[in-house]
Every structure is written in C-alpha cells, then in structure tokens.
C-alpha cells in the first residue's frame, strides 16, 4: 500500500511525502529492493544524490538481477559527477565500481 502511495506521490512531484512513503514499505518490509530503488530515484530528484547513490545500491544487493536498480544508480551517479563538476564523467572513485555495474547491465540484457 505505502508503495503505491510513493509512486503516487512522486508522479504528483510531492517527492517528500513519495520519500516518506517508500521509506515506510521499506520499514515494513526491508527485503523489497523495489521500495528502495524507487527511493533512490526520489532522492535523486531532490538533489539528495549521496542517499539516491546508497539506496540503490541496496536495491541492488537485495536483488542482483535488478537492472531498473543499476539505471537507477548510473543515473545518480552521473547527476552525482555533473554536481561535482566533472562534467558527466564518472568521479574517480565510483569509476570500477561503475564499470562493474554497466557490466552487469550488459549481462543481464543479454538473457
């Protein structure tokens, strides 16, 4: 239900309460890699990118097979780099972990 609410919320741009509703599912049921990709991606909108980064990355250890969380992550990671001014470029630290992760994309587009 909490989940849902979230997707609601987040389409009507109410990105607070989207947040707060994802974080509940997440309280209620913290194995749902959906509800924590799905916070990733409204944290990202708030400029929240450090927690976006986190939560999506624990999306995908839930679900390693979760290729809407690794997108997920690619995108707060480049809205990361281009906040740090690196222009869209991977920062030097996320940059193995980044290719490891296109890696898995590609590997999973391929099934």
Do not use: W
């Not at 947040?19 to 409204?42: F, V």
């Not at 929240?48 to 290729?67: G, H, M, Q, S, Y």
């Not at 030097?92 to 099934?111: C, D, E, K, P």
Request: proline share 3%; charged share 25%; hydrophobic share 35%.
């Amino acid at each position: 239900m909490h989940f849902y609410l979230g997707m609601a919320f987040h389409h009507q741009k109410k990105l607070e309460e989207a947040a707060t509703a994802y974080r509940k599912t997440i309280d209620l049921k913290p194995d749902l890699a959906e509800a924590y990709s799905a916070l990733g991606n409204t944290l990202r909108d708030q400029k929240k990118l450090e927690e976006a980064v986190t939560a999506c990355r624990k999306a995908i250890d839930l679900k390693p097979n979760f290729a809407e969380a690794y997108n997920n992550l690619s995108i707060a990671l480049h809205d990361q780099a281009e906040a740090r001014g690196g222009g869209g470029g991977m920062p030097q630290s996320h940059s193995t972990s980044s290719r490891i992760s296109l890696s898995r994309i590609v590997t999973l587009a391929s099934y």
